[in-house]
């Protein structure tokens, strides 16, 4: 009676762990065949060309691949770049020059955000260089 109390116990902390990661998860960079890219109050620029979209995806795993403070932080000037998979949202990147925020886009799903200099994109910067500034922002 003893180990099957335990073997319960056991479970449920085992399912309470694998449920806790699950919603804890960011999306996978995969399938994205689109990346429109704005700054705050400026038209769009939609990406759809394979090399560039490639070429951010890459900048974008590699610095998903460091340690992310799971908190949304404000943000006043920032470009916006939404990956899409199609026409459907896949998660969406608040860029500043020493920030990037990750949020993603289904309910209840966390923020994350990255401390970042522009070498560590160096793509991703030359395409927000491009595009026309925010709207009253110095």
Known sequence: MRILAFVVVALALVLRYVSATAADERPQLTGVSTVRVAN???PSTVIHDR??????????????????????TKLSCYATLALLNGSRPVTLFRISPEIVV???????????????????MPRTSALLAGIPPAKDCN
């Open 51 to 72: 090399e560039r979209v490639n070429a951010i995806l890459g900048e974008l795993r590699r610095l998903r691949g460091k340690a992310w403070r799971r908190a949304d």
């Open 40 to 42: 705050y109050g400026t």
């Open 102 to 120: 990750e949020r993603a886009q289904g309910k209840g799903q966390s923020s994350y955000s990255l401390d970042v200099a522009r070498s560590d």
